[in-house]
């Protein structure tokens, strides 16, 4: 299964129910991470930018994306943000298949 970073930013009215009422809602999307034929491999509260970091295991890419689609249109989020992770060899491969592609970038004159 691929992995995948999930950054998720509350709007000001989910924080405020929050607030009111502390819940773990890691059970809640881990059902639906499960319904997609996903895997939670953990969560995080986080400050700054985001307020929710979890790192999941799904299928491919169409259900990832459909994590994302369906936590957005929920109204609790006002940002959800999805990153493809890779494994290191993954990465290396990839590298490597870049070094062989036969790419050639835009010529730029030198300063």
Same mark, same amino acid.
């Given at each position: 299964?691929?992995?995948? =970073?999930v950054q998720v930013s509350y &709007?000001? #009215?989910? =924080?405020s129910a929050l607030i009111a009422k502390?819940?773990? *809602? &890691? *059970?809640q999307v881990g059902k639906?991470? #499960?319904n997609l034929g996903g895997k939670s491999v953990g969560s995080w509260l986080a400050f700054g930018d985001y307020d929710?970091?979890?790192?999941? #295991?799904?299928p491919n890419n169409v259900n990832a994306a459909a994590l994302s689609l369906a936590a957005a249109a929920g109204g609790s989020c006002k940002t959800v943000k999805t990153t493809p992770l890779l494994t290191i060899a993954q990465g =290396?491969?990839? =590298? @490597? @298949?870049a070094g062989k592609s036969g790419y050639k970038p835009i010529p730029v004159a030198k300063k």
């Open positions: 299964m691929a992995s995948f =970073l &709007t000001a #009215e989910a =924080l502390p819940q773990d *809602r &890691t *059970r639906v991470i #499960e929710l970091v979890m790192v999941v #295991e799904m =290396l491969s990839a =590298l @490597k @298949k």
